[in-house]
Structure formats: C-alpha cells, structure tokens
C-alpha cells in the first residue's frame, strides 16, 4: 500500500532538492580553484617506496587488496595499517574482522604491534613468539600496559558486526564516526563476507556490486564533505585462471571499476605436497608476488614480498620493476 503524499512531503523533498542544488558548482567560482594537496599517510621507511611520487598509494580512497586464500591479505593490510598508526599519533584503525574471530584478530594484531617495534621475544633459535598460539607473557603484559603502548592500542578498534556495512542499514558513516577521528583506515576482512542486503535477492553479483558502490559512495562522502581522510582497505579472495596466469575477483565484475587502487597478492610459486615422515605436506613458499594492477593517480608496479618464517609478517617487501637503488626500494624488518 502506498503512502500518501502529503503537503509537508512535497516541502521536505523540495527543501532536499534546492540543498543538492547547491552543491553543483561551476569552476569558475573562486571557491572551486582552492583545494589542497592529497597527501599519502606517513608511514616508516620500510614502506616508503609505496609512496613514491610514481605511486601515492597508501593515501585517502578506496584500496582492494586481493589474493588467494591463507596468501597473507589480512596480514599484509594489517600491516600497512599499523604501520600508519606508528607514524600517525591521530589516526584510528577501524577493522572489520569478518572471517577472523575477534580472539584471533586481536592476537595476530597484537603480534604485529609488537613486531613492527622490535620487541617480540625470540627463542634460542632466533624464531620469535608467535601470539596465535602463545600466550602473553607477563614480560609482554607489562610492556603492552605501559603509556606508550597503550595509547597504540587505544587506537586500535575491532568489530565482527556486518551491520554497519549493509547498505541498506546506512550505518557506515556512524561506526566511523565512534572511534572519534579525522583520521581513519578502515580494513574489511573480506568482500565475499558482506552481508547479502536484500537489494537484488536472485543475484549475488549484484548484491556485491551494490556493496562496492555504497562503500565508495561512503568513503567519498566522508573525505570530500567532511574534511576526514579516510583509507578505505578492502579485501577480496581472487580465482586464478585454469592456465594459472591471471586472476579474477570473485563473486563482482565492479571492484577494479570502484577501486581507487588494486592490489593482487599471488604465490610467487604454487603449494606444492611433500612426502614426510608423517605422509604428505604441503609447502608453502614464503615468498609472494605483489601486483599493483590499478591506480588512478599514479603508475602500476610488481613488488617482491616476503613471508616471514616464524610469524605472520611481511620482513621485506622490495620493487621488481624498480628505477631506483637498491637501498632505496627494499625494507627489512
């Protein structure tokens, strides 16, 4: 049944109307020509070729990194993600663990605040104490209840609730707004876990489009009109091709079309299954390569990564394709 338009209907949606109105400029009003540079996000010098002027990739906008599964996207963005925390006493990491537990994402976090500042215990070994499975010793607590530390970690917000990313909710901008920053990198962990919002019932493709597009919408709104700077971290599992060559989004033929940048995340070589003593294994190589296949405001780029042994961490992450040094297109941890 519909609801009848009524008088004070018709004067809401014209006072809407001449609101948008407003909002169509012409450049040649003053006011247009005066905008500022958008500047990339601090970050260490580990990560600093990533910014490069050919690059400006860890900057506001909305960023999807892809990549097959246990290939090391959450780890990889988590990284990234507190690596701007370290260098941005103002910035908030706002992290929706869709497919982690908050228990395991709280850990793997914890861990990589610790590692990022070099004080991670190690055995007698060199390996380092890996957080998914030990537990926090009271060296640790101690370290991890200290001012400093603390106000990392305060910080540092984590949510397993789809809500806020269902369109048709339109809460996104709320739970952004609770962690009370300007500042703000966003990870979602990952696209195929949005919530199906009811849009296009019969079609998962486009209820993922729909996702994709809202969340842009959302990201653009809060960095053009509400003066934040917003990182939006988008993670999405790819398919690889039956050659093995190339890789496919899953479940959106939207992403790379919404995106402001892309990245792909493969297996530098495949798993391969290893007899042992105890049967067949299958090994993994640490070792991945990094493709920037989009961005909007600057070049593509292949990167070098390397999987740490001992703990999920990324030690060194280097440019394939570089024009530069060597000293200065390699990090180490």
Sequence with gaps: MKRPVTDDHIIEQKKVTIDRLQQITHLGDHEA??????KPFTISKRLEFLNLPEYRLLRPGTTIIGGEASSGKTTLSLQIAVDILLHNPKAQLLFFSLDESHTRA?????????????????????RRFNLAYEPLSSDLQDILASPEQQAILKRI??????????????????AV????????????D????????????????????ASLAYLKQQVNRLNN?????????????VSRSNSGSTFAF????????????????????????????????????QARTLRLVKNKDGAKATFQAI???????????????????????????
């Design 33 to 38: 020509l005066l905008f500022e540079e958008i």
């Design 106 to 126: 709280k850990r793997k976090l914890i861990s990589l605040v610790l590692a990022m500042q070099n004080l991670l215990p190690s055995d007698k070994k060199n």
């Design 157 to 174: 917000h984590i949510s397993d609730d789809a809500y806020f990313l269902d369109p048709i909710n339109d809460a996104f901008i709320n």
């Design 177 to 188: 707004a609770h962690v009370s920053s300007q500042e703000v990198i966003i990870i979602i």
């Design 190 to 209: 990952y696209l195929q876990l949005l919530p199906k919002s009811g849009l296009y019932n019969s079609n998962l493709r486009e209820n993922f489009n």
């Design 225 to 237: 009109h509400m003066q934040a700077r917003v990182l939006l971290l988008l993670l999405s599992q």
């Design 250 to 285: 899953r479940e959106t033929s939207e992403i790379e079309n919404i995106a402001d940048s892309a990245l792909v995340l493969e297996y530098a070589s495949q798993p391969k299954s290893q007899s042992t003593g105890r049967g067949k294994e299958k090994i993994i190589s």
């Design 307 to 333: 999987m740490s042994p001992d703990i999920p961490f990324f030690h060194e992450i280097y440019l394939t394709n570089q024009r530069f040094t060597h000293e200065t297109s390699i990090f180490r941890v």
